[in-house]
Nanobody, 129 residues
Framework: QLQLVESGGGLVQPGGSLRLSCAASGFTLDGYAIGWFRQAPGKEREGVSCISRGGFYAKYADSGKGRFTVSRDNAKNTVYLQINNMKPEDTAVYYC??????????????????????WGQGTQVTVSS
């Protein structure tokens, strides 16, 4: 069974940090760009970060620039999202998604036309004092 599994979410105080993980099973991630998305209650899903299949290119939404760092370890078949200096507005369910692409230097923050082939179930992140 092909699936992505997120982990690492939880409750954190403002200013704290979390590292989210996205692990793949049933397929290898090295052929995929990986996107991180989040959805807060009552809001639309938004892309917050992505990393190209080769790890040579990463992109961040304005909300995460300077605070989010995406990385990947293809040997572990896992992608990570480090979130620092967390804010209450970071509270959301975070999802990772895999986009098969031949380009080693491209990734997208939007899931246009169903670009992303596989999605995880999400991990809850809550930032509160």
């Amino acid at each position: 069974q092909l699936q992505l599994v997120e982990s690492g979410g939880g409750l954190v105080q403002p200013g704290g940090s979390l590292r989210l993980s996205c692990a793949a099973s049933g397929f290898t991630l090295d052929g995929y760009a990986i996107g991180w998305f989040r959805q807060a209650p009552g809001k639309e899903r938004e892309g917050v970060s992505c990393i190209s299949r080769g790890g040579f290119y990463a992109k961040y939404a304005d909300s995460g620039k300077g605070r989010f760092t995406v990385s990947r370890d293809n040997a572990k078949n896992t992608v990570y999202l480090q979130i620092n200096n967390m804010k209450p507005e970071d509270t959301a369910v975070y999802y990772c998604a895999a986009d098969w692409t031949p380009s080693p230097t491209m990734c997208m923050l939007i899931d246009d036309k169903g670009r992303y082939d596989y999605w995880g179930q999400g991990t809850q992140v809550t930032v509160s004092s």
